[in-house]
């Protein structure tokens, strides 16, 4: 139980590195909290710059993947044991990004932290996820959709394809994780539902179509 406990909090403060708002604070010199949707993640990030959006979107899941590796190498047990040691590692490094000390825990999505954690428990159905992911952005253009399907269909794969040890508790652990990012995305459903939520390339498509009608009257 000590053992447990350690995990948990240690994963707790690994998912806790906003890594989106110092990249922002001392590249920038700016608070990313203060522009675009407010959110410390990736997504909002990019808005700033894609190459610390994609930095960040790196980093967020690295610390999911150092907090299961982490409690890998430490739990001692095998089998059922160990999926639950490593899931609950896995959640926590999730509800450190969601909740982070250190800024008043309002954070973010959890989504590439959830990414990173789960791809070292469940590659296959972390892989199948993504590629749900990929179809449904690439189909409707809303990333907030296509995050959403993958992350509700992800618990299910895993239970699917037995990528959960035989440990219900594990399985739990994974479809609560899913769940609080499903939650953390409450406002995208809410404009998804009114149809007022921004489609992915929607700014450069209107950009684009300004230039050229600046262009048309100019001739």
């Given amino acids: 139980m000590p053992t447990l406990v350690g995990i948990a909090v240690i994963s707790y403060l690994l998912g806790s590195i906003p890594f989106g708002y110092l990249l922002v604070r001392f590249l920038r010199g700016e608070d990313v909290r203060l522009s675009g949707s407010g959110n410390i993640g990736a997504t909002n990030v990019a808005r700033k710059s894609p190459v610390m959006g994609a930095a960040t979107l790196l980093l967020d899941a690295l610390k999911g993947t150092a907090a299961v590796a982490l409690a890998s190498h430490v739990w001692t047990g095998h089998g059922t044991e160990r999926y639950l040691a490593v899931s609950l590692a896995a959640l926590l490094a999730v509800l450190g990004h969601m909740f ?53 269909a992800f618990p299910v794969l895993a239970w699917r394809i037995g990528e959960y040890g035989r440990s219900e508790m594990a399985l739990a652990l994974m479809a609560c994780a899913s769940g609080l990012i499903i939650w953390k995305h409450r406002e995208n459903i809410r404009r998804l539902l009114a149809g007022t939520e921004s489609r992915f390339g929607a700014k450069r498509t209107a950009s684009i179509t300004a230039s050229s009608a600046t262009r048309a009257e100019r001739r």
């Fill in 100 to 152: 982070p000390l250190w800024l008043k825990f309002c954070g973010g999505k959890g989504v590439a932290t959830g990414l990173g954690s789960f791809l070292m428990i469940a590659p296959r159905s972390v892989l199948i996820a993504a590629a749900i992911f990929l179809v449904i952005v690439l189909a409707f253009r809303y990333v907030s959709l296509g995050s959403i399907a993958s992350v509700a």
